[in-house]
């Protein structure tokens, strides 16, 4: 991969709501090399899709995250891969990563309430064969995700008040 298409998957992980001649002019080229650029990205597999990070805290949608641990027994001959596949197919599941440590599977997923997480977790996730354990983690509050920091803090809020 060149110089050019790395600097333009940075700028779309960074912002994806560039236009053309705006990636074009950050990346030195012309808006068909930009338009052809995303096309193979995409065809390659390596771009899969453009999502908005949103605060949902300051919405009146009502939302539970956890992060849960899932400990698994790997299948002969596939691994951890075929469990994975099983989880990350739930609606509910935002994520899915294999890890190292003392657990197997990081899995994320959202609910409208502790009772739905819990219910996921005790009806579905824990029932699956081959998964051993499981542990739930709550997030109370984001700070930060994908580079994205949710609130300043306190002391530069006040900084940029302008009279």
């Not at 899709?49 to 956890?66: D, M, P, R, S």
């Not at 998964?131 to 803090?153: D, G, M, R």
């Amino acid at each position: 991969m060149d110089t050019c298409s790395k600097k333009l998957l940075k700028l779309l992980e960074q912002d994806c709501t560039y236009t053309g001649a705006q990636l074009a002019a950050l990346c030195d080229t012309t808006e068909e090399d930009i338009a052809a650029r995303i096309a193979a990205l995409k065809a390659d597999g390596i771009i899969l899709g453009y999502k908005a990070l949103i605060n949902w805290e300051k919405t009146e949608t009502e939302l539970v995250e956890a992060v849960i641990e899932v400990r698994i027994t790997p299948q002969r001959d596939k691994g951890f891969d075929r469990i994975a596949e099983r989880i990350y197919q739930y609606e509910e599941v935002e994520s899915c990563y294999l890890m190292s440590g003392g657990y197997d599977l990081s899995v994320v997923i959202t609910g409208r309430t502790l009772q739905e997480v819990a219910n996921f977790v005790s009806r579905k996730l824990s029932t699956l064969d081959g998964v051993i354990s499981t542990a739930t983690h709550f997030i109370l509050k984001k700070y930060k995700q994908q580079n994205q920091v949710f609130e300043l803090p306190r002391e530069q809020k006040e900084r940029l008040i302008f009279s």
